[in-house]
DNA sequence: GATGCGTGGCA
DNA sequence: TTGCCAAGCAT
């Protein structure tokens, strides 16, 4: 399918939406790529992935202050990396990005790589990260879909108040919207992510300042609320997640304190479900076993 | 395609 | 208070 008029009109009016409104953030700013070009997009994406824009802000600066290239990160210790990821949350992301920054130094002579295949080849990296990094680092012509994406093309384009579950399909729709522009279709990428982080959100939508809001099906067919297909989110209080949070916040406050581990693991109601986080975090590389003792991996 | 995986703010 | 939600990925 071609461009339609239709469409044509309501991207543009996105681009010039996008220039007006966007918010001034860290890894938008023109000095954050001169200073530490993709590598710092890589790193802010892994961290955004899941994890909201307010909480990454102060954590991805003290990093990058730490490790503001690859071959930096490569030569830090997954100890080093699990704690200096604090409580941003599922941390197997920190090892992923250190393996990925060892890669990258292994296979790539230390500089990001820009083929979106060569991205997604590196750990902790799938369709999102690969042409986030690819479009907003490179400024080359993908298709970039993320939760507010998908909401936002749910909406304007199929009239639904919530967007069906991921699928590959997602990459196909945006693709339709993007014009021939390579930094136009930049613009439009971060402009559909934009509006659904800030006006289109899942909880409630503005329509009224929306650049969309003439075309869109769904605001057209007035909200109508439709049918939820969203995964709904396991409990997370007593649930093994928590209890492996607690085992690796614990183990990070005896980095500070330097206390033995075991004097900090937390009591937990049930002892079974303590021993399957520690042992799960053992597997998964998050925390070793020596000697009767827990440590964050050397 | 369905699950498991952290953490904290907000309504 | 409880549940929802957040720039996803790997299996």
Partial sequence: MQASPTRSASTASLGSWYRENARDLPWRRPEFLVEFGAWGILVSEFMLQQTPVARVIPHLKAWLARWPSPAALAQATPAEVVHQWANLGYPRRALWLHRAAQEIVARHSGDTPRDVPALLALPGIGDYTARAVA??????????????????????????????PPSR????????????????????????????????????????PCPLSTTCAWHAAGHPAGEDRRRRQAAYEGSDRQARGGVLRALRNAVEHQL????????????????????????????????DELRLPR
């Fill in 135 to 164: 479009v907003f680092a490179f400024g080359d012509r993908h298709p970039v879909v993320d939760t507010n994406t998908r909401r936002v093309i749910a909406r304007a384009i199929h009239g639904r108040a919530q967007p069906a």
């Fill in 169 to 208: 399909r997602d990459l196909d729709d945006m693709a339709l919207l993007l014009p021939a522009d390579d930094a136009e279709a930049a613009v439009v990428n971060a402009a559909m992510m934009e509006l659904g982080a800030t006006l289109c959100g899942a909880r409630r939508a503005v329509c009224e």
């Fill in 260 to 291: 033995p581990a075991m004097a900090v693991i937390p009591e937990w109601p049930d002892a079974t479900q303590r021993d399957r986080a520690i042992d799960s975090l053992i597997a998964d590389g998050l925390v070793e076993a020596q000697d």
